[in-house]
């Protein structure tokens, strides 16, 4: 009965995973059409910052920052985001990169650490549960 539960509830989060980055994106400039932003999926980093301006976001009761920009449609160009880390046993705070996003692509954005620095690896592809690597455009070092 025990591993029943746990399946059914491990099951559960996964459906809630795949519905929370479906879907329409939310807008940052809700004039520029979808086919001419940016779409973004966001995975173990929570953006509080977008080019120096406040992200909704709150602070869980537990002291971890929760965003609402998980999946996300931006204006092309480069980007400033402020992001904090909570991928397992890994955590921080204001952590920043920079990256030129093109129209009408979309970008899979994950955290990741390589040669012992922290950064994001970005994939041209939509969400899914595991990147293809050979859909990654590049690894960006935190500033």
Not at 15 to 39: H, K, M, N, V
Not at 68 to 92: C, L, N, Q, R, Y
């Amino acid at each position: 009965m025990h591993l029943k539960r746990i399946g059914f509830i491990g099951i559960f989060c996964i459906i809630l995973l795949f519905l929370g980055c479906s879907g329409t994106p939310r807008t940052f400039d809700s004039s520029l059409p979808l086919e001419r932003s940016a779409i973004l999926y966001f995975m173990d980093v929570e953006v509080t910052e977008y080019n120096g301006i406040p992200v909704p976001h709150r602070i869980a009761s537990t002291g971890i920052t929760v965003s609402e920009w998980k999946h996300i449609a931006i204006p092309p160009g480069i980007a400033e985001f402020t992001v904090d880390v909570m991928a397992s046993f890994h955590f921080g705070k204001d952590f920043v990169f920079r990256y030129n996003f093109e129209a009408g692509q979309d970008y899979y954005i994950v955290f990741d650490i390589q040669d012992r620095d922290w950064g994001v690896k970005i994939y041209k592809q939509k969400y899914s549960v595991f990147p293809r690597s050979e859909n990654l455009l590049d690894f960006v070092v935190f500033q």
